[in-house]
T-cell receptor, first 117, second 111 residues
């Protein structure tokens, strides 16, 4: 199993450009998440999804859109990139099967490093 | 979810035990204590979690005080690869909870 993969690994955008970050998981997890991490800071939740076709806002959703058309994929879109969106973006997934106390064991991808000039 | 307080940083000698404290005085009865770590430039990694009993797995041990207001993560024999930021997170049992990553403790394992 590959676990959680993210595409691309690095990207440089100019202000105003758009792009989509792809997250894929092969663990059949129901829940998926997008976080951002600014230098020296902890992770902050952008959006999350509790299942195929559903999405919800996290702590810092402004400027981002998401879609979960397939259970294994979670897309994060930036419609008009701004320098403030320069960050490392992490995707994660978690399961609702098995022991309930393990629901919060999230599996993270390797991250996408985005620079907006 | 309860707020946690951790030291900003700590050093540890290679081969020695590393004891990482976490205060969570407002934890409620149905909230778990989770520990994650983030090695430089990588995604966070789950380590261990507990409710009220002490827990041990292949990576670490978790000691939770009887009043559950604090806990300690123990790395029994720290290696250089354990250098990372360690996050203590208190969260309810329900699925899909949103992990809140605070500042964490930056652990530097020295040879």
């Amino acid at each position: 199993n590959a676990g959680v993969t993210q595409t691309p690994k690095f990207r440089v955008l100019k202000t105003g450009q758009s792009m989509t970050l792809l997250c894929a998981q092969d663990m059949n997890h129901e829940y998926m998440y997008w976080y951002r991490q600014d230098p020296g800071m902890g992770l902050r939740l952008i959006h999350y999804s509790v299942g195929e076709g559903t999405t919800a806002k996290g702590e810092v959703p402004d400027g981002y859109n998401v879609s979960r058309l397939k259970k294994q994929n979670f897309l994060l879109g930036l419609e008009s990139a701004a320098p403030s969106q320069t960050s490392v973006y992490f995707c994660a997934s978690s399961s609702t099967s098995g022991r309930a106390q393990l629901y919060n064991e999230q599996f993270f991808g390797p991250g996408t490093r985005l620079t907006v000039l | 979810d309860a707020k946690t307080t951790q030291p900003t940083s700590m050093d540890c000698a290679e081969g020695r035990a590393a004891n990482l404290p976490c205060n969570h005085s407002t934890i409620s009865g149905n909230e778990y204590v989770y520990w994650y770590r983030q090695i430089h430039s990588q995604g966070p990694q789950y380590i261990i979690h507990g409710l009220k009993n002490n827990e041990t797995n292949e990576m670490a041990s978790l000691i939770i005080t009887e009043d559950r207001k604090s806990s300690t993560l123990i790395l029994p024999h720290a290696t250089l690869r354990d250098t990372a930021v360690y996050y203590c997170i208190v969260i309810g049992k329900a699925a899909g909870n949103k992990l809140t990553f605070g500042g964490g403790t930056r652990v530097l394992v020295k040879p």
